[in-house]
């Protein structure tokens, strides 16, 4: 029985035509090749997996095969065969990461001087070439400088700034771009009817917007999949096997986030948690959705191109309307701030729950990032004519005519009751964000536990109104009336609002649960019933 061999390794590209998403990098080369312009030394840079060491080796191939195709390698050669298998000594790779003293380099240098034996030229591949040492560098000049003409130098790294600049000017630089998603999928996709896995379109698309541009990352998580999953492999089957939130999730997250329903956050995570869901990739996803709803709100028409696919398209435009730019500025840092905590963090859930709490309560911040967002929040909803005030205004009471009654023995001795005048309403004229502006100087000096008691939102005990020159406090109950209701606390309050207004105002207390008392008029009329009983009695009888 054959050792199993992993799908990157099994499926790494055998020509120049084979490499998917770097068409700028292998035309060149090939166009060399068949010129016959080659370089003595080349430099591939770029991220991981996006193709550096398989463009080295078929390189290596190329320049030595017998019968090259249109500057591929024909694959069928001896010289082909053997730079495959392994065997050639003549086509050495090196890695820098184990090999970067000096005296590597001046075995190295040493050796290049022999002509080939079994091939044309000798070829040296050098990984991670940022590794080696100054010294080693320094070692490795002056050959790269002026090599033997049967020597070929290919270097290839992920980290250009470390490698000096002496060797940057000695050699042709290729830089590696990211590989597209759908490059990418499309390859897995290939991969996997070659492998008989039935692959979902879906599942094909997470893995490659998981790859992050590497297909060696997409085919690693590609071959994961696969061997823990039995039949066709759905996106759902990709996020259970890797341990991930699903892109629908993260939308529904992010939805419960824009509306401020934090129960239904709250027992979102907890679900996925209880799942087996990694909490650093839910708020990972979490971001990069807060950041491609910015995008759009930013670029509409080019936004949909720039999207990471965390959420489809319709969601994130829906989820554009409910959250302004300032609180998806705040949400990133937020998520940010949390992700980058997690390496010293004793309980990651307590910190990815504190997180959406304070994302879903945005009143519980005061800093002036959270401010802002509030305050961006409400001028859009302003500019867009959505906005609605929490207090609504009291409608009048429509009184029914009283009906006449016949005259009553002794209703010449009932006294006229006089008409009170009326009682001209209060006008309220508070200016919108007025509170949450008081709240956030209030909380700046007040001590607890006084200071639980001045919060924002539809649920804080304590509301604030302005009334002409005077800051009204509008208590749920008769305790919390009780423990603002003191000098101390209405002269800070109106001091604060004085600041706040730039005018001089006052501060009172009121209990808001309190029911209205009976007026003046109806007093007077029960106490005439209760001191004459006797005409009540004769109107019944």
Request: proline share 5%; charged share 25%; aromatic share 4%.
């Amino acid at each position: 029985m054959s050792a199993y061999q992993a799908l990157y390794r099994k499926y790494r590209p055998q020509t120049f035509d084979d490499v998917s998403g770097q068409l700028a990098v292998t035309q060149t080369l090939k166009t060399q090749l068949m010129t016959g312009k080659m370089s003595h030394a080349y430099l591939f840079t770029g991220s991981r997996g996006t193709g550096k060491t398989s463009c080295a080796k078929i390189l290596a191939k190329a320049v030595n095969c017998l019968n090259p195709q249109d500057g591929n390698p024909c694959n069928c050669c001896e010289a082909c065969r053997t730079i495959d298998s392994g065997a050639c000594m003549d086509v050495l790779e090196i890695d820098a990461a184990s090999n970067n003293g000096v005296d590597n380099v001046r075995d190295l240098r040493d050796d290049a001087i022999y002509t080939p034996s079994q091939v044309k030229m000798r070829v040296y591949i050098i990984d991670e070439v940022h590794m080696l040492s100054i010294s080693a560098f320094n070692a490795l000049l002056k050959i790269i400088e002026e090599p033997p003409e049967h020597l070929l130098f290919i270097l290839a790294t992920t980290e250009l700034h470390k490698v000096p600049a002496t060797i940057l000017s000695r050699c042709q630089r290729f830089s590696f771009r990211r590989i597209s998603q759908e490059d990418i999928a499309q390859r897995l996709q290939y991969v996997a009817y070659q492998e008989n896995i039935d692959l979902d379109d879906s599942a094909a698309r997470v893995l490659a917007r998981m790859a992050d541009g590497g297909m060696r990352d997409g085919l690693s998580l590609l071959d994961q999949c696969a061997s823990a999953t039995v039949g066709e492999l759905t996106a759902e089957r990709v996020y259970a096997c890797l341990g991930i939130a699903g892109e629908r999730k993260a939308a529904e997250m992010m939805g419960y986030i824009a509306s401020h329903n934090t129960a239904k956050a709250l027992e979102l995570l907890n679900k996925l948690y209880s799942d087996g869901k990694e909490l650093g990739a839910l708020l990972d996803e979490l971001a990069c959705l807060a950041r491609d709803i910015l995008v759009l709100k930013t670029a509409p028409d080019a936004g949909l191109t720039m999207l990471s696919g965390v959420a489809s398209d319709k969601e994130a435009a829906a989820l554009a309307k409910q959250l302004s730019s300032g609180e998806l500025v705040q949400i990133v840092e937020s998520l940010e701030t949390t992700m980058s905590g997690f390496t010293r963090s004793a309980s990651r859930r307590m910190d990815a729950e504190l997180c959406l709490i304070r994302l879903c309560q945005p009143e519980l911040q005061l800093d002036p990032q959270s401010l802002n967002a509030r305050l961006t929040r409400m001028e859009e909803q302003l500019k867009s004519g959505s906005f609605v005030s929490a207090v609504a205004a009291p409608q009048p009471v429509q009184e029914e005519p009283e009906e006449e009654r016949p005259p009553m023995p002794g209703d010449e001795d009932v006294p006229p009751v006089e008409e009170e005048p009326a009682v001209q309403p209060v006008v309220e004229d508070t200016p919108i964000g007025f509170w949450a502006e008081l709240v956030a100087a209030i909380r700046q000096e007040m001590k607890p536990p006084l200071v639980g008691f001045f919060t924002t939102g539809e649920n804080a005990t304590v509301q604030g109104v302005l009334q002409g020159n005077q800051v009204v406090l509008r208590c749920n109950n008769k305790f919390i009336l009780d423990m603002v209701n003191k000098p101390d606390v209405l002269a800070l309050v109106a001091r604060k609002a004085s600041a706040v207004l730039n005018k001089a105002v006052t501060a009172r207390a009121e209990d808001a649960s309190a029911k209205p008392q009976t007026g003046g008029k109806m007093e007077r009329l029960m106490d005439f019933g209760r001191a004459h009983s006797d005409i009540v009695n004769i109107k019944n009888n």
